[in-house]
């Protein structure tokens, strides 16, 4: 069990991040301890899947505490992060007569913690906000570093808010329920981490997928050893997300340097283009970030940046956390429409992050980039 504190760089402001397992019981003496003592009314946002999990143990925890508790579900998918998702969100906040004193308590994975910190963000200009994470993109990610945002049909995440959460609170046993697909797509997330944070990381990464296989993840929850080591897992790869966010919380523009928040979007290019190609229905959002990561790898080793015993390396580890969904049929020229509508478009140049390697990412312009290089990565990323 672990806590730790981010404090924004130039700010006040600060949060802790508690990780451990079985937590979800005691939640509301955690929550207590973020919020302020006014706080009287928790709307509790999830989605019918995680809520039939873990909903009403959390929901117990908070009324035992003496609050009164709203629940809102919404629909289950990257499909529902959309402005129509938002609007009811903001409207049950409303109904339910939410104050500036109260909060707002998101439990689920990415999607639900991005729109609920979104309507969070918006509603009486900005209400508490707290992130229970249940799945492991959203542990390591998502729930750290106050993005919030909904999808719109010209691009993912175009449409939203840098709002930091009032804390994180990460039981780790809430992994035992998740599907495969999901610690697929999580474990993408890590290794992207891992591969732009050092060493380190990444080998401590590497290891953990090396003794336990995602594919038997479920059976390792009674194993004391399993849980000291995933809990050391999660906490250093929050703590790396935390760290480039304390000094770099809203992404500056002009910065291209390797501690820039910039290096979090390793993997996301193309990702963000599948996503969008396929409507958001196809890829779960850490498997297209899998993808994205094997292009940007094979694109810095066509550009000479990148080792070839580098690309091997993490081409392997990619390969332990499972396997990714077909890209045979995405078409080349989509993907390439797609890119034009990236957040990561600076003027009229699109800016790539890429690996010098393990442990030293690099941010380069398309204008530096010959088309024939992206497209042959492309090519060989989706249609090998």
């Known amino acids: 069990m672990g806590n730790i504190s981010v404090k924004l760089n130039g700010s006040a402001r600060r949060y802790e991040i508690k990780i451990g397992h079985d937590l979800l019981n005691n939640c509301s003496r955690w929550a207590q301890k973020c919020l302020s003592p006014e706080t009287k009314k928790i709307a509790l946002v999830s989605n019918a899947k995680v809520f039939r999990l873990y ?25 529902y992060k959309n402005l129509c998702s938002l609007e009811k969100a903001l409207k049950f906040f409303s109904q339910n007569k939410l104050k500036r004193t109260d909060a707002a308590v998101a439990l689920g994975g990415g999607v639900v ?3 609920a910190g979104f309507a969070a963000a918006i509603y009486l200009r900005g209400i508490s906000f707290l992130q229970i994470p249940t799945t492991l993109l959203a542990m390591i990610d998502s729930s750290v570093g106050g993005k919030t945002a909904v999808n719109t049909e010209f691009g993912k995440n175009l449409i939203g808010a840098f709002y930091q959460p009032n804390g994180v609170l990460i039981d780790v046993k809430t992994l035992r329920t998740l599907p495969r697909r999901e610690l697929v797509a999580g474990f993408c997330e890590a ?6 944070a050092n060493q380190k990381l990444f080998d401590q990464t590497a290891e953990f997928l090396k003794n336990y296989s995602p594919a038997n993840f479920k059976n390792c929850f009674s194993d004391k050893k399993f849980l000291v080591e995933l809990e050391n897992l999660l906490a250093a790869q929050v703590r790396f997300k935390a760290e480039i966010v304390m000094q770099d919380e809203r992404e500056s523009v002009a910065r291209i340097d390797g501690k820039s928040r910039k290096i979090l979007n390793f993997g996301h290019t193309l990702a963000h283009a599948l996503e969008k190609v396929t409507d958001y229905k196809y890829f779960k959002h850490g498997e297209a970030v899998g993808c994205g990561i094997l292009f940007a790898a094979e694109l810095s080793k066509k550009l000479n940046i990148l080792d070839n015993s580098e690309l091997k390396l993490l081409n392997d580890v990619l390969r332990r956390v499972g396997k990714l969904p077909d890209t045979s049929n995405i078409k080349i020229e989509k993907v390439f429409e797609a890119f034009a509508f990236d957040k990561k478009t600076i003027g009229e140049s699109l800016q790539f992050i890429l690996l010098e390697k393990i442990g030293k990412p690099v941010i380069l312009q398309t204008g530096d980039i010959p088309k024939s290089a992206i497209e042959k990565s492309l090519e060989t990323v989706l249609h090998r």
């Open 55 to 79: 909903g009403e143990v959390v929901k117990k925890s908070f009324e035992n505490a003496g609050l009164e508790v709203f629940v809102w579900k919404m629909g289950d998918g990257e499909k």
């Open 113 to 115: 913690g991005d729109l």
């Open 191 to 196: 290794v992207k981490q891992g591969a732009i």
